[in-house]
């Protein structure tokens, strides 16, 4: 029996509700300026949601887990205007020893002592929530899909470039 496609959401930042570790969590002017352009609030309480720099690792280790064949990619316009966008690529120990590409610490006080190695690529300074098109898309946010793909092993499959249903563009095979 041959294996069916299995593509998974993600943003193109992460977020996560309620405490616990979060490696790759900003705080201050760069966390507000997300959560406010994403909408990052809760639906029924508006409680606000953390967020941070994609982390490649948490990624990697949900393909591991499940197999994806494809990403769809949400909230790419929420990266506009920012000169530059980190990845969180690796974790490190306390010791400076690095852990496993893919792999995500078991207990809660391990996960909250790691330090994140960080990528960073230049960002794309305009307004991509009209671009219908990968082939329109500024370079750098392309980099920034390829480097995902590159990073995660899994490739991006459609990409969201705002909050309607009609603001989704599909990524070329090979693009």
Known sequence: MGRFPLSSCTQAYTTRVGSGPYPTELHGELGEALREAGGEFGTTTGRPRRCGWLDLVALRYAHLVNGFTAWNLTKLDVLDGLPEIKIGVAYRRPDGSALPASAVPASLPELEAVEVEYETLPGWEQDISRVRAWGDLPANAKAYVRR??????????????????????????GA
């Open 148 to 173: 995902i793909e590159e990073l995660s092993g899994v490739p991006v499959r459609y990409i969201g470039v705002g909050p309607g249903r009609d603001a989704l563009l599909l990524k070329p095979d």
